[in-house]
């Protein structure tokens, strides 16, 4: 009850609508007073001043209203920290303020609600917001000869989004920038694979296109050059723009992934070797 009311964001939610997405089965006999039991305990246990409780979780309309701006909500943190660096001035700011979103997150928006099918459209948009987050760094990283980081992040946008060809390329690139040309090829097979058995369908033109490239031998700096596309979304406008390539719908389960916001160029070295994750 207090997670649909937070994601109504300041929204009034009916109990006509509450009732009928917590208890699509099953309801109990009067949906009503046991709404307003739970209220009654929400209030208690979000404030020990009483008014205060009232005032922040309200009777409105027929139904129930959160005022998310008297709480903290992390996924209000997490969306200014992105409106913050699509305002901020230097690109070294806009990435800082990404890289602080993208640590927020730990896993799918409400997972350990099972069943919760009315949380499936939030669960999409901040799946993609993180991704898109994610690649955006992992390229600023490629175009900076980050590529360890490069590596990082794009397999964290993977784990999140495994259809996400925009990553593996990423991949590819990054592997192959560091010599280790075998790791591309396997970035590649591995992207090529997942889509086809899962999918039935094959990768799209850019990333063939790429694979078949780097098998011809292209300078890196090259086809590092050709590929950027989200550097120059942000240089140009402020403003990321989503450009993840999803093919077909993702499985309803995806893994959490746990994302440090860390300069991996500059104050790190990393050993990078070949295999599938986890292994």
């Not at 039991?37 to 309200?58: E, M, N, T």
């Not at 490629?142 to 999140?160: D, K, N, Q, Y």
């Not at 899962?198 to 300078?219: F, N, Q």
Request: net charge negative; with cysteine.
């Amino acid at each position: 009850l207090l997670a649909r009311l937070a994601l109504a964001r300041n929204t009034p939610v009916s109990k006509g609508v509450l009732a009928e997405q917590l208890w699509p089965a099953n309801a109990p006999k009067s949906t009503t007073a046991t709404l307003e039991s739970y209220i009654s305990v929400l209030r208690k246990r979000l404030f020990a001043d009483g008014d205060k409780a009232r005032r922040v979780l309200s009777t409105s309309g027929g139904g129930y209203r959160l005022a998310t701006d008297e709480l903290f909500l992390d996924l209000d943190h997490f969306d200014e920290l992105i409106r913050n660096a699509s305002d901020a001035r230097s690109l070294e700011r806009n990435l800082e303020l990404r890289l602080e979103a993208v640590a927020l997150h730990r896993g799918d928006l409400l997972e350990d609600l099972v069943d919760s099918p009315w949380a499936e459209s939030d669960r999409r948009v901040y799946r993609d917001r993180v991704v898109m987050n994610l690649l955006v760094v992992a390229e600023s990283q490629l175009m900076s000869s980050g590529f360890p980081g490069t590596i990082w992040h794009a397999e964290a946008a993977l784990r999140v989004q495994p259809y996400a060809e925009e990553a593996s390329r990423l991949l590819m690139l990054a592997h192959y920038a560091m010599g280790h040309e075998d790791c591309a090829r396997e970035a590649f097979e591995r992207c090529r694979k997942r889509i086809a058995t899962d999918l039935d369908r094959d990768c799209t033109s850019a990333t063939e296109e790429l694979a078949s490239a780097i098998d011809a031998g292209e300078p890196p700096s090259q086809l590092i050059r050709a590929s950027s596309t989200l550097q120059s979304s942000l240089r140009s406008s402020g403003t990321a723009i989503t450009v993840i390539d999803v093919i077909g719908e993702e499985p309803a389960s995806s893994g959490a992934v746990n994302v440090t916001a860390r300069d991996w160029a500059s104050t790190t070295r990393t050993l990078s070797t070949c295999g599938t994750p986890g292994a």
